[in-house]
């Protein structure tokens, strides 16, 4: 049985409403200088404390007020633009001849670079002639670590630029076929008249693959995609269809997953687009049509686009003629730099740039009054959700750590009766809330808005009738615009595939969504005066941008930790109650970016089997090093036992912690983080060096931290 692609005639209008319901906060027009300049400023307000000196590490002065002011001159000191938008991409464009601002092989190289930080491992691109004579393919694997496939694509179709109008173009990401020039997009048919690029997964490939080699078709591939490229060919030529028909009757036979764009030498004025569980939108610019998988790709040629939806197929023109405009919708404004100068690198400049993001991410001071907490979905039904009293939140990889440090939040303040979090790959239905519809509800986290395992639980929850609120940092994204309730991160564009500055705004969205609760509660209930827990956890959050500037004084010390860690085969990462999942975060981040097998764990756990892991300093590598979060809360002395523990079976301890004392015979100096010290966030700003020891030893391993290999940031594929 093959799964009906389901033919939609004419793109369905849009509503009106789809992104209203989401509150955006405009973006800085500079970076680096105005936040220097406004955390000082900021910094000169509070209690100024030199790290590694003082017992205990205060950022504010204690008064309320004063944070308030102090967060308040950070805000001041922005001035704001338009919004921030945020696996594999694909980048399409049909424009008049000779009319275009750029060629076809330009703008598609430009957008390649543009979606590069959704990850990949090749990069293809493939250009038409106006008068279809000519069908030109370039595409290349990124052989090794630190390759570029875009760069090599760039270099080699410059060799035959043509000044095409027509083209398409593709960043790979792996699922079917290794990583191998042969591999990569576009495709063709076995007329080499098709060109195909494809993002998502045909479940029954094999089968099709087996069906067309019966009749003669041969493949020089390993991918799903050149089987759709041949099956559409076969099914043009065999029927002398249009390449539209053609590409109908074709997805007609696949089970799957698509976002895909073709084209053909026979018809080279036009491209033929189709959804179906992989996001596509659509560019509409004066003298060119774009096809991209984001906004981002052609923002700076046109900012009218329409979203496809799962179903669609369209053909596309230059001057967009068969397009419904009904559903032109209006992207931000994206500033999208191409380049992390001065910075080496995406990952420490996205580390560095962590007050700013979180600062943006509390409004500025707009979404965190000194009165209560304002989110502009949210507020548009506060007597439905404040029903809620069952919260679900489904996320996955570093989002899944943000969601369980935001439900411990929640519970510590009472935002609901009960609050878990789980990982959107594992959850089924019979994972969602139980009980009454209005009194359950689920968070959806993801940076891209577009994780596939995520959406999954998107649709099964509203077809469950359950009210859904997404955390995303992309603008318009598929999640979001499926919700069409939740909260922006408005962290910016984030450009490194492994995630730092998304996962700490996603926690502070999370923060103020659990105030947003149990103030909304209390209101409609008639509680006037806000818990002490609800008030701390106001405070912290008011004192998180400079708390986090703070920490970043700890990048020295955290370098050297990391020339220790070279030759290291494998380590842990040790936190207790809101420092466990800030423990998997960092565990996560030295997986990710050094190829080093770390593992994070709670604070107590070792001994239940791990403790077997640990090796002295006559190991093979070594004493087993583990970095242990022991903050000032009252976890401090489960994990000081802990720290004796493994330290007592010969390990290397290294502490972060938010008192000087607590590492005290555990620990020397050279081995001490001191952080500051932030209440139920303090064990968030331990990330910070987290993430700054994972950059500093992929910089001694020789590895780009920009981009692991195997990874993709948007993970679109099951």
């Given at each position: 049985?093959?799964q009906r692609?389901v033919?939609?005639t004419a793109?369905r209008?849009?509503?009106?409403?789809?992104?209203?319901m989401?509150?955006?906060?405009s973006?800085p027009?500079?970076?680096s200088t105005q936040?220097k300049a406004?955390?000082?400023?900021?910094?000169?307000a509070t209690?100024v404390?030199?790290?590694?000196?003082?017992?205990s590490?205060?950022?504010?002065?204690?008064s309320?007020?004063d944070?308030?002011r102090?967060f308040?001159?950070?805000?001041?000191?922005?001035?704001p633009?338009?919004?921030v938008?945020s696996s594999c991409?694909?980048?399409g464009v049909?424009?008049?001849p000779?009319?275009?601002?750029?060629?076809?092989?330009?703008?598609?190289v430009?957008?390649l670079t543009?979606l590069?930080?959704?990850?990949?491992?090749?990069?293809?691109?493939?250009t038409?002639?106006?008068?279809?004579?000519?069908?030109?393919v370039?595409?290349y694997a990124?052989a090794?670590d630190?390759?570029?496939?875009?760069?090599?694509?760039?270099?080699?179709?410059?060799?035959k630029?043509?000044?095409h109008?027509v083209?398409?173009?593709?960043t790979?990401?792996?699922?079917?076929?290794?990583?191998?020039d042969?591999?990569?997009?576009p495709?063709?048919d076995s007329?080499?008249?098709?060109?195909?690029?494809?993002?998502?997964?045909?479940n029954n490939?094999?089968q099709?693959r087996?069906e067309?080699?019966?009749?003669?078709h041969?493949?020089?591939?390993?991918?799903?995609?050149?089987?759709?490229?041949k099956l559409?060919?076969?099914i043009?030529?065999k029927?002398?269809?249009?390449?539209?028909d053609?590409t109908?009757?074709a997805?007609?036979r696949?089970?799957g997953?698509?976002?895909l764009c073709?084209?053909?030498?026979?018809q080279?004025?036009?491209?033929?687009v189709?959804?179906?569980?992989?996001p596509?939108?659509?560019?509409?610019?004066?003298d060119a049509t774009?096809?991209?998988?984001e906004?981002?790709a052609f923002n700076?040629?046109t900012k009218?686009?329409?979203s496809?939806r799962?179903?669609?197929?369209?053909v596309?023109?230059a001057d967009?003629?068969e397009?419904?405009?009904s559903?032109?919708q209006?992207a931000p404004d994206q500033q999208?730099?191409l380049?992390p100068a001065?910075?080496?690198?995406?990952?420490i400049?996205?580390c560095?740039?962590?007050?700013?993001?979180?600062a943006?991410?509390l409004?500025?001071?707009?979404?965190l009054?000194?009165s209560?907490v304002?989110?502009?979905?949210?507020d548009?039904?506060?007597e439905?959700?404040s029903k809620?009293?069952?919260?679900t939140?489904?996320?996955?990889?570093t989002?899944?750590n943000?969601?369980?440090?935001?439900a411990?939040?929640?519970?510590?303040?009472a935002a609901f009766?009960s609050?878990h979090?789980?990982d959107?790959?594992?959850?089924?239905r019979?994972?969602l809330p139980?009980?009454?519809i209005?009194e359950?509800?689920?968070?959806?986290?993801?940076?891209?808005?577009?994780t596939k395992d995520?959406?999954?639980?998107v649709?099964s929850a509203?077809?469950?009738?359950?009210t859904v609120?997404?955390v995303?940092?992309a603008?318009?994204?598929?999640?979001?615009?499926?919700?069409?309730?939740?909260?922006y991160?408005n962290?910016?564009?984030e450009n490194?595939v492994a995630?730092?500055?998304?996962?700490?705004?996603q926690v502070?969205?999370?923060?103020l969504?659990?105030?947003?609760?149990?103030?909304?509660k209390?209101a409609?209930?008639g509680?006037?005066?806000?818990s002490?827990d609800?008030s701390?956890?106001r405070d912290?959050?008011?004192?998180?941008?400079?708390?986090?500037g703070?920490a970043l004084?700890?990048?020295?010390k955290?370098k050297k930790?990391?020339e220790?860690?070279?030759?290291k085969e494998?380590?842990?990462v040790l936190?207790?109650?809101?420092a466990e999942?800030?423990a998997y975060e960092?565990?996560?981040?030295?997986?990710?970016?050094c190829?080093?097998h770390?593992?994070?764990?709670?604070?107590g756990?070792?001994?239940?089997?791990p403790f077997a892991?640990?090796?002295?300093?006559k190991g093979k590598?070594?004493?087993t090093?583990i970095?242990?979060i022991i903050?000032?809360?009252?976890?401090k002395h489960?994990m000081?036992t802990?720290?004796e523990?493994?330290k007592?079976?010969?390990?290397?301890v290294?502490?972060i912690?938010?008192?000087?004392?607590?590492?005290s015979g555990?620990?020397?100096?050279?081995s001490t983080?001191?952080i500051?010290?932030?209440g139920?966030l303090s064990?968030?700003?331990a990330?910070?060096?987290?993430?700054?020891?994972?950059y500093?030893?992929a910089?001694k391993?020789g590895i780009n931290?920009?981009?692991?290999r195997n990874l993709?940031?948007?993970?679109?594929v099951d």
């Open positions: 049985m093959y692609y033919r939609t793109m209008a849009i509503s009106a409403n789809t992104i209203n989401y509150q955006t906060v973006a027009r500079d970076s936040i406004a955390l000082m400023a900021a910094v000169a209690t404390f030199a790290v590694g000196n003082n017992e590490h205060q950022v504010a002065t204690g309320p007020a944070d308030a102090c308040h001159e950070v805000k001041r000191m922005f001035h633009v338009g919004g938008a991409g694909i980048v049909v424009a008049t000779n009319k275009g601002k750029t060629s076809a092989r330009s703008f598609l430009e957008g543009v590069k930080n959704r990850g990949y491992d090749s990069a293809g691109i493939a038409v002639g106006p008068s279809g004579d000519e069908l030109l370039t595409k990124s090794g630190n390759a570029d496939g875009v760069e090599l694509v760039d270099k080699k179709s410059k060799e630029e043509k000044g109008s083209g398409i173009a593709h790979r990401w792996a699922t079917h076929g290794g990583k191998t042969a591999n990569a997009h495709h063709l007329s080499g008249k098709v060109a195909l690029v494809h993002n998502g997964t045909i490939a094999n099709l087996e067309l080699e019966s009749l003669g041969q493949f020089t591939s390993e991918t799903d995609t050149e089987v759709v490229a559409i060919g076969h043009k030529d029927h002398s269809l249009s390449l539209r053609a109908e009757r997805l007609q696949c089970d997953s698509w976002g073709a084209m053909s030498r026979d080279p004025d036009e491209l033929i189709a959804c179906n569980g992989s596509l939108v659509i560019g509409l610019g004066r774009y096809i991209a998988s906004t981002s700076r040629y009218e686009f329409i496809m799962d179903g669609e197929i369209g596309v023109h967009g003629r397009l419904d405009l559903r032109v209006h999208v730099v380049s001065p910075y080496p690198h995406w990952t400049k996205e560095v740039e962590q007050p700013e993001a979180i943006r991410a409004g500025f001071g707009g979404r009054t000194e209560r304002k989110l502009g979905g949210p548009s039904q506060p439905k959700l809620i009293k069952h919260m939140l489904s996320a996955c990889g989002s899944l943000a969601a369980m440090y935001g411990k939040l929640m519970r510590s303040i009766e609050v979090a789980i959107a790959a594992e959850t089924t019979k994972d139980a009980g009454s209005d359950a509800g689920v968070i959806v986290v993801s940076q891209s808005g577009e995520v959406q999954r639980v649709t509203m077809e469950k009738g359950f609120l997404s995303v940092n603008v318009g994204s598929l999640i979001a615009r499926t919700t069409k309730l939740g909260v991160l962290a910016g564009r490194a995630s730092t500055k998304a996962f700490t705004t502070t969205v999370l923060a969504l659990a105030i947003w609760f149990r103030e909304t209390d409609i209930s509680v006037s005066q806000a002490q609800t701390t956890l912290a959050l008011m004192r998180l941008p400079i708390s986090f703070m004084q700890t990048r020295d955290c930790i990391a220790r860690l070279v030759d494998h380590m842990f936190g207790k109650g809101y999942p800030v960092g565990a996560l981040k030295i997986k990710e970016t190829y080093l770390a593992e994070g764990y709670s604070g756990a070792l001994k239940h089997g892991l640990i090796e002295g300093p590598f070594g004493a090093p970095i242990m903050l000032d809360d009252e976890h489960t000081r802990a720290a523990e493994v007592a079976r010969g390990a290397e290294i502490i912690t938010d008192k000087k004392s607590l590492a555990l620990a020397d100096e050279e983080i001191v500051p010290s932030n139920p064990a968030l700003i990330v910070l060096p987290l993430q700054l020891i994972s500093e030893l910089i391993k931290p920009d981009t692991p993709a940031k948007a993970v679109t």
